[in-house]
């Protein structure tokens, strides 16, 4: 007993960076875009927010910045795939490796340098319930504002009127333009969201998870938040389930093996992507489960004069 | 990848004028990771660094090569522009080193950790394993609870003698310690590192130590208030109070001194493994932590490895099954060691397959 709440401590931290990473990019896909470049754009935030905390000693300015550095790389594709209807998944992937080499040659003077991590912040009264309040109550803010964004983001999509023009750009652009909205804008809007959301991952990393700066420390952490997207198959209730899952996984395995229970690790590190795989089969075999939820232009370009 | 292609294009341009340059000695190294690692591929640049301050000649180098057909259009692009001497620096660079080593029979090159030789390939590597029987023995005594953690990357010999070694010089001080072995599949993933420190701090663990490459450990045992040994390179800027001390891998004195061997034209091909007393391994200083008992005790294996007095797998060794497998007086060959495979008793667990 005694090891669980630790064991759900590390959990938390484990999925945070998953959590804010697949809420983006689940946004950005709702309306109809497919951004491969996760995982470039988190270690922009990661290395930009830890060069600011470490130039300005200030949360908010480095946690802002971080939103920003997550936000141009995402501008940086919207204006490629949107003005000039570059296809979308190779300019992801673009996206990914410049982002990987820009912030190594960013980050050249920060290998080396230490910081003492985010500030853990202790809710009132909560904090001091027993048990639960050790290991629900004491983070630092983005694991905090990370569930707050679950809430938001599904009362945006699913309760306002924005969310569901979102969400029609997203299941056909041809539609939503004949009815006068601004696809393009609209688009734009949802790639630089999830770009901000990717950035506020990667500084999680940098500044809370492991708070240092090391080249390529997102360690594929992107690509497991684009699974997990497809996993929850785009519904913000169960990328918050997915990415506890996906990081309930890693953290057990580190347990099980410490405790000398024989499986195999190869195995758990496979799991996430298996359980992918096993998604995105049944997805293919019975299309009408989750026809409702995939935005059906995902990934299509739009051409306003057709 | 910037950098990768920036590199090719001055290849490219220093094969146009090869012919001008190849008076002069020019040095290649590869790396299978970024320099900004703060741990292997860190180490070895700096041993590149030491060439060029030392001797003043000209080296290049690239980065995050991956192992396999990639690497051997690297070497052979070092090969053809003018390099006399290439390190390539990952055992995964052991194939098509020798390969491209066959085309270029005045190129002389160096391949570490590997053991495929030609007359113009030696090959070198370290005998971390030496350190780590000077961390088992600080962890033997600084141990509370008896239980001591340790973050493994990949069930290769490599990692396997270092537990093994680390695990007979902790029970020989202390034969109740215990160890706890977390395998995480990764040389370099800092949230999987600190992930695995922190399930084993949660299981007891008081003290940690990794073959793994980047601090994030240390960090963790640092705001958890553990102890912890660093890892290729003096980490104490991470964990000031954590870090015992740290297995630093020093390629600067071996890299300058072949340089200049072929230099002066006296580089032959051959395998070298060194240790503490070649200084490829070196300790870092003590932390504040360790008393001063721990110390004169680490100092007395650490002196014993020097003078040959002592050897970190001399018998009576045990296997896991509890058979003699060194018998008293003897140690473990060079050969055994190199592909060992099986684990000491006292080890729990099994070696993933």
């Known amino acids: ?306 | 990848m910037f950098k990768k292609t920036l590199i090719s294009l001055i290849l490219a341009a220093g094969l146009a004028f090869g012919a001008s340059a190849s008076a002069e000695t020019k040095v290649g190294f590869v790396y299978v990771g970024p320099i900004g690692d703060h741990g292997w591929s860190y180490q070895h640049d700096q041993g590149r660094l030491a060439v060029e301050k030392e001797l003043g000649v000209k080296t290049s180098y690239v980065e995050n090569v991956p192992e396999g057909a990639d690497a051997e259009r690297v070497i052979r692009q070092l090969a053809s522009s003018g390099h006399n001497l290439i390190f390539t620096t990952s055992f995964g660079f052991m194939n098509p080193t020798v390969k491209v080593a066959k085309q270029f029979p005045n190129v002389k090159f160096e391949h570490a950790t590997g053991y495929k030789r030609a007359d113009n390939v030696a090959t070198y590597a370290a005998r971390f394993y030496e350190g780590r029987a000077i961390i088992g023995t600080i962890a033997g005594k600084m141990t509370k609870t008896n239980v001591v953690g340790y973050i493994a990357s990949f069930p290769i010999p490599e990692v396997i003698r270092g537990i093994n070694s680390f695990t007979l010089a902790m029970k020989k001080v202390n034969p109740e310690a215990k160890i706890k072995v977390v395998w995480v599949n990764t040389w370099f993933d800092p949230g999987k590192e600190s992930d695995a420190a922190k399930a084993l701090i949660d299981q007891g663990c008081d003290i940690l130590t990794q073959h793994t490459d980047s601090p994030a450990p240390l960090q963790v045992a640092e705001s958890r208030g553990v102890y912890a040994f660093g890892q290729a390179s003096d980490m104490k800027a991470f964990a000031p109070n954590a870090q015992l001390t740290s297995i630093v891998d020093n390629w600067n004195d071996y890299y300058v001194a072949q340089t200049k061997a072929v230099m002066d034209g006296t580089w032959k091909s051959m395998d070298t493994w060194g240790g503490l007393k070649d200084k490829m391994v070196e300790m870092a200083p003590y932390g504040d932590a360790v008393p001063a008992d721990v110390r004169a005790m680490a100092d007395a294996v650490k002196n014993g490895i020097l003078d040959g007095s002592f050897h970190p797998f001399q018998g009576p060794i045990k296997n896991q099954q509890g058979e003699l497998v060194v018998k008293e007086g003897e140690v473990l060959s060079d050969k055994e060691l190199v592909g060992m495979n099986w684990y000491v008793e006292g080890v729990e667990g099994s070696i993933p397959k």
């Open chain 1, 1 to 306: 007993m005694e090891m669980i709440g630790p064991a759900l401590l590390t959990i938390i931290t484990a999925a945070t960076p998953l959590l804010f990473a697949a809420l983006g990019e689940m946004v950005t896909e709702k309306s109809g875009v497919l951004n491969l470049g996760v995982e470039g754009m988190m270690i922009m935030g990661a290395i930009l927010g830890f060069v600011a905390v470490h130039f300005t000693d200030s949360v908010t300015v480095a946690l802002l910045v971080s939103i920003l550095a997550g936000s141009a790389m995402a501008a940086l594709f919207g204006l490629l795939v949107l003005k000039f209807h570059a296809s979308q998944v190779p300019t992801g992937l673009a996206l990914t490796i410049f982002g990987i080499g820009l912030s190594a040659l960013i980050g050249q003077s920060m290998v080396g340098i230490a910081y003492d991590g985010l500030p853990k912040l202790s809710l009132p009264v909560l904090s001091s319930l027993p048990f639960i309040g050790d290991v629900f109550f004491r983070h630092d803010i983005l694991v905090y504002l990370s569930l707050i964004m679950v809430f938001v983001i599904y009362y945006f999509l699913n309760k306002t009127r924005a969310g569901l023009i979102l969400r029609a750009v997203g299941d056909s652009h041809d539609a939503a333009h004949a009815m006068g909205y601004p696809v393009v804008k609209i688009r734009f809007l949802a790639i630089l969201f999830g770009g901000g959301m990717a950035g506020l991952g990667g500084a999680y990393l940098s500044l809370a998870y492991s708070p240092l700066w090391v080249e390529q420390m997102t360690a594929g952490r992107g690509w497991i938040a684009l699974a997990l997207v497809v996993f929850a198959s785009w519904r913000p209730g169960r990328v918050l389930l997915g990415a506890y899952l996906f990081g309930g996984i890693t953290i057990l395995q580190l347990h099980a093996q410490a405790l000398g229970i024989g499986v195999p690790s190869q195995v758990m590190s496979m799991l996430p992507y298996l359980a992918t795989i096993i998604v995105l089969v049944i997805i293919s075999s019975d299309p009408g489960k989750i026809r409702l939820n995939a935005p059906a232009s995902l990934g299509r370009p739009f051409h306003p004069s057709r």
